[in-house]
C-alpha cells in the first residue's frame, strides 16, 4: 500500500522556442526560480516548426502532458508565426480529444525572455492540474505502436 | 523501435558537466555518466564521462582527444544553456576534426540542477535529458555555415552621447555611418545638462565638439528629425526604411544665420529641450550648437500651417530656405550592422502625487533643475524659484523618486545619487542656500565618486536619511509659512522630521522610452520586464543582442552614466568593426530545403513563410526556398502536407527522436509496470 499512496508525478514534455520560451526557461534557471521537475523541454527554433506528430508521438511514447509554448503574439522571432502555432494547438487539442485524451493534457503557454517567474509558476500550475488527471488513459500496447510520420507516409 | 535490431552506426562520447557544484551540487553527475555508458550503448555510446568543467581547456581536450582516440562521430555534451556554451564546444569538435554540428548540448543546469531541489528526480530528468540529446544527435548530419558578405555600413539609432560616441568610432574607422535621431538635433539627454559629474565640466563643451566631428565626417550619413519604420534582412545585410521628417526648411540653401527663429511670431513653450521652462518660436532648433544648424518648422505650432497666413520666415530668410511644401521622405539604406542607442525617458514626477510636482509650484524635476543651473538656460544659469526671481534659502533634493519603489519602479536607475551629490555642490556653489538630501542609501561605486561624495559632506551638505513621505505647503509649526515641508522619517535618528525650504529637486528616475516595445519589435530583439533592451549575456556579452547584426548602446540596456554610455558605445562599435573586417560572416546553417520529388506543388508552404522565402516555378510546378532568405523557422517544415520539405539542424527525425530520448526511461517504467 506504501506504494499507493506516492503522488502520481505525470511526465510531460514541453515544446520552446529559441527566442522567447527557451530564454525564458534559462532565466527561471539562471534565477534559481524553482519549479516541478516533471518537465523535458525540446528547443525548436519556433513554436512555427510544431509539427502536430511531435505532439502526437510524445503522447504514444507514454508523455502524460505535453505543453506548448513561444514567444507572445506580435512577439515572435519570425514576425507572425507563433500565430501559426496558436491555430495549430487548438486543432490539436480537438483531435486529441477526439481520440479521447483529455483536452487538459495538452497547454499553451506565450513566455517572453524575461519572464522566467512565468514560466516555472505556470509549469508548477500544470503538473498539479496533470497529476489531478491521472496517467494518461492510453491502451498499454499502443504505447508500442510506432505513430506514422508524414514521411512514411508519402514515401 | 526495438532497440537490438541492428548495431549502431555512429560512435557517440557523452560528457557530462559537473559546472564545479552549479550541477554536481544537485545531479548525480557520476551515475549519469555510468547510466549513459550503459544503457544508451545500444543506441552508440562508447564513451561517456562525466568532468569537473566541460568548458575549460582541459575538458575539451578531453572531448578532443577522445574524438581522435576513439574515433567518434557524435558528441553530446550535457552541460549548460546552448545559449551559453553551444559554440564553445561546436569549436572543441571542429579542433578535432569534426563537423562542428554533430555536436549536441543539452542543457541540464539552466533546465535542470538550478531550478529543482529534488535530488532524485533531478538527476532521473537529467538521464533522461542526456538519452534525448544521444537520439537525436544520431541524426545530425555535417552542416557547412552559410557564409554571406558584410554590407560595410552601419545603422546607428538615436544621436544620443552612446550613439554619437560609436558613430565616430566606426566612421573614423572608415566604414560608413547613418546615424538616425528623432530630434532635430543630436546630442541626445546630454546637451540639455549643466555640469556632469564628478568632475563638474560642462557638459555642452565636452559634447559639442563630438556632435560637430559627426556633423562634418565624410563617412557619417547624418538623419535627424528621422525616424526608422522598418527592417528587413538579416546579419550583414538589413535593408531599414528610414521616415525623413519634412523640416521645410531647404538644407542645400540654409546657413544656419538664425533670422527666420528671430523673425517668426509664434512663441512655444520648450517642453522638450528646456523641459517646459523655456520657450522657442514655431520654426527652431533646439538648442544654439545644434548639428545640423538647419532649423524645422514644427507645423502643429505654426500659423502658417494653422491659419494659412504668416510666412513671416520665408519673406525674411536671405537664402529662400524655407519651403512650405516639404513632405515627409521615404529611403531606404543597405546596412550590415544595427546599433540601438535610443537612450531613456524621465520619470514623470508627477506620479507620485505626495511630492506635489505639477501642484507645487517650487518643486522641481531634476531636468528642470539642470536647464535652471545651465548659463544656457531660460534663467542663464541663475537658480531662482518659479516666480523668476527669488533665490531660494534652502533646498531640498530628493533622492530616488520613483526608483527602489515598488509602487512605480524596483530598479535603481544608477545615476540619481551622483545627479543629486552634483545638484547640492551648484546650488552650494551659486546660491550658497542650506542643501538637504533626502537618500535610502547613497550609491557613489564608480572612479572618483566617492570621494566627490566626501566632498559635497565637507562642503556642509545635509544628509538626511529616509524617504521622503510627503512634501507640502500647508503650514503647521512657526516657521513654516510660504516654505514646502518635506515629511520625512530621519531613520538614523529614528524620529519624524518636518523640514520646511524654498525649493525642492526631485531626482526622477530613469525609464525606458515610451514605444521601446514597438521599437524592439521592429529590430527582432527582446526587453526586460521593466522595458529594457536584453543583452546576449548580462556579464560576458553586455552589447550584443539575440539577434546576429543588432547591437544595443547606453541607457537602452539600463540606466546608466556618460562614462558607461560611451564604453558601451565604444565597445558596440568595436564589435562591428571586428565583424565589418571579417568581410563575411557565417550565419547558422538552419534552413528549410524542398525535396522535389516530394512537392505537390500545392503552395501552402508559400503563404506561410513571412520572409517570402519560397518561389514557386510555374514551369515545374514545384516550391523552392531560397537559402539566403529563409530564417529557419521551419513553420513550412511543419505545415507541408507532403512531408517534402525538411529543416537542417531541426529536422523531424532528430525532434521524433529527441521525444523518444526523453521518454526512454518512462517507457522502461512502463513496460516494468506492465509486466508486473
Known amino acids: ?155 | 523501435m526495438s532497440s537490438e535490431d541492428k548495431k549502431p552506426k555512429e560512435r557517440i562520447g557523452v560528457y557530462i558537466c559537473h559546472c564545479g557544484s552549479n550541477i554536481a551540487g544537485v545531479v548525480n553527475v557520476a551515475d549519469v555518466s555510468k547510466w549513459a555508458g550503459d544503457n544508451l550503448a545500444n543506441q552508440g555510446v562508447v564513451v561517456s564521462r562525466d568532468y569537473k568543467f566541460m568548458c575549460s581547456s582541459l575538458g575539451q581536450e578531453l572531448i578532443q582527444k577522445d574524438i581522435k582516440e576513439q574515433k567518434l562521430t557524435r558528441v553530446v555534451v550535457a552541460a549548460c544553456s546552448p545559449h551559453l556554451h553551444e559554440p564553445t564546444f561546436r569549436t572543441a569538435c571542429k579542433g578535432a576534426g569534426m563537423n562542428p554540428y554533430l555536436c549536441e548540448l543539452v542543457s541540464i543546469r539552466e533546465q535542470d540542477s538550478w531550478v529543482h531541489t529534488d535530488k532524485i528526480a533531478a538527476t532521473e530528468k537529467a538521464k533522461a535529458i542526456v538519452a534525448g540529446g544521444v537520439s537525436r544527435v544520431v541524426h545530425h548530419e555535417p552542416l557547412i555555415p552559410l557564409k554571406v558578405p558584410i554590407h560595410p555600413a552601419t545603422l546607428i539609432v538615436g544621436g544620443g552621447i552612446a550613439g554619437i560616441q560609436a558613430t565616430l568610432e566606426i566612421a573614423d574607422a572608415g566604414f560608413p555611418v547613418y546615424l538616425v535621431e528623432r530630434e532635430p538635433s543630436i546630442g541626445g539627454h546630454m546637451a540639455q545638462f549643466d555640469k556632469t559629474f564628478p568632475t563638474l565640466d560642462c557638459s555642452a563643451c565636452i559634447l559639442t565638439p563630438k556632435m560637430v566631428l559627426v556633423g562634418n565626417h565624410p563617412n557619417v550619413t547624418l538623419l535627424t528629425y528621422s525616424e526608422v519604420q522598418k527592417v528587413d534582412g538579416y546579419v550583414g545585410n538589413f535593408t531599414v526604411t528610414i521616415r525623413k521628417g519634412a523640416r521645410y526648411v531647404k538644407t542645400a540653401d540654409c546657413t544656419g544665420c538664425g533670422i527666420c527663429w528671430e523673425k517668426c511670431p509664434k512663441k512655444v513653450i520648450d517642453d522638450k529641450f528646456e523641459a517646459g521652462l523655456g520657450y522657442r518660436k514655431a520654426v527652431y532648433t533646439p538648442f544654439p550648437q545644434a548639428v545640423p544648424k538647419y532649423p524645422v518648422i514644427d507645423d502643429i505650432n505654426c500659423t502658417y500651417f494653422q491659419k494659412g497666413t504668416c510666412k513671416a520666415c520665408e519673406k525674411f530668410c536671405p537664402t529662400n530656405a524655407i519651403d512650405f511644401t516639404q513632405k515627409d521622405e521615404i529611403m531606404t539604406v543597405e546596412v550590415g550592422n544595427i546599433i540601438l542607442a535610443t537612450g531613456w525617458d524621465l520619470f514623470d514626477a508627477r506620479r507620485v502625487p505626495n511630492y506635489g510636482y505639477g501642484r507645487l509650484a517650487n518643486v522641481f524635476t531634476n531636468m528642470e533643475f539642470e536647464r535652471l543651473s545651465n548659463s544656457a538656460g531660460p534663467t542663464g544659469g541663475n537658480i531662482v524659484l518659479r516666480d523668476g526671481k527669488t533665490t531660494p534659502k534652502s533646498v531640498g533634493i530628493v533622492h530616488c523618486v520613483g526608483s527602489r519603489d515598488k509602487n512605480y519602479n524596483n530598479y535603481c536607475s544608477a545615476i540619481c545619487c551622483m545627479q543629486s551629490l552634483k545638484f547640492a555642490h551648484l546650488v552650494h556653489e551659486k546660491t550658497g542656500a542650506t542643501v538637504y538630501n533626502f537618500y535610502i542609501d547613497i550609491r557613489t561605486p564608480a572612479k572618483a565618486y566617492d570621494e566627490f561624495y566626501q566632498r559635497i559632506i565637507e562642503e556642509g551638505t545635509l544628509f538626511v536619511r529616509g524617504k521622503v513621505a510627503e512634501i507640502t505647503d500647508a503650514a503647521r509649526n512657526p516657521g513654516e509659512e510660504g516654505k514646502l515641508i518635506i515629511q520625512v522619517e530621519d531613520t538614523l535618528v529614528g524620529k519624524q522630521r518636518r523640514i520646511p525650504v524654498d525649493m525642492v529637486i526631485l531626482s526622477s528616475g530613469l525609464e525606458p522610452r515610451a514605444g521601446s516595445k514597438e521599437v524592439a519589435k521592429t529590430f527582432g530583439i527582446s526587453c526586460s520586464a521593466d522595458g529594457w533592451y536584453i543583452e546576449r549575456h548580462p556579464k560576458l556579452d553586455p552589447v550584443a543582442t539575440m539577434t546576429e547584426g543588432v547591437y544595443i548602446a547606453g541607457c537602452v540596456q539600463g540606466p546608466k552614466d556618460i562614462p558607461a554610455s560611451v564604453a558601451q558605445g565604444a565597445a558596440a562599435a568595436a564589435r562591428i568593426l571586428g565583424k565589418i573586417q571579417q568581410k563575411e560572416i557565417a550565419l547558422e546553417p538552419i534552413r528549410a530545403t524542398v525535396i522535389e520529388e516530394k512537392c505537390s506543388g500545392c503552395r501552402i508552404c508559400n503563404t506561410m513563410c513571412p520572409f517570402s522565402a519560397i518561389l514557386f516555378h510555374e514551369d515545374t510546378m514545384v516550391s523552392e526556398v531560397n537559402p539566403a532568405l529563409c530564417q529557419g523557422c521551419g513553420t513550412c517544415v511543419a505545415a507541408c502536407p507532403a512531408g517534402a520539405i525538411t529543416g537542417t539542424g531541426f529536422s523531424n527525425e532528430q525532434i521524433l527522436s529527441q521525444i523518444d530520448g526523453l521518454l526512454l526511461l518512462t517507457l522502461d517504467k512502463k513496460k516494468e509496470a506492465a509486466v508486473a
Not at chain 1, 23 to 37: C, F, L, N, V
Not at chain 1, 89 to 107: A, C, D, P, T, W
Not at chain 1, 122 to 137: C, H, Q, S, Y
Open chain 1, 1 to 155: 500500500m506504501t506504494e499507493e499512496t506516492k503522488p502520481f508525478e505525470p511526465v510531460m514534455i514541453g515544446f520552446t522556442c529559441n527566442w522567447c520560451s527557451y530564454r525564458a526557461a534559462d532565466m527561471a534557471g539562471i534565477s534559481r526560480m524553482k519549479y516541478a521537475p516533471n518537465v523535458r523541454l525540446i528547443r525548436l527554433m519556433c513554436s512555427g516548426r510544431l509539427d502536430p506528430t511531435f505532439v502526437f508521438k510524445a503522447f504514444a511514447g507514454g508523455a502524460d502532458a505535453v505543453l506548448v509554448s513561444g514567444c507572445h503574439p506580435g512577439d515572435c522571432h519570425y514576425a507572425t508565426q507563433n500565430y501559426k502555432a496558436m491555430r495549430r494547438f487548438y486543432l490539436m487539442k480537438r483531435v486529441l480529444n477526439q481520440l479521447g485524451i483529455e483536452s487538459g493534457r495538452i497547454k499553451l503557454l506565450w513566455a517572453s525572455a524575461a519572464e522566467g517567474q512565468i514560466f516555472a509558476n505556470e509549469i508548477t500550475k500544470f503538473v498539479e492540474e496533470v497529476r489531478a488527471l491521472g496517467p494518461l488513459n492510453w491502451n498499454k500496447t499502443s504505447a508500442e505502436i510506432p505513430v506514422e510520420t508524414k514521411e512514411e507516409v508519402t514515401a
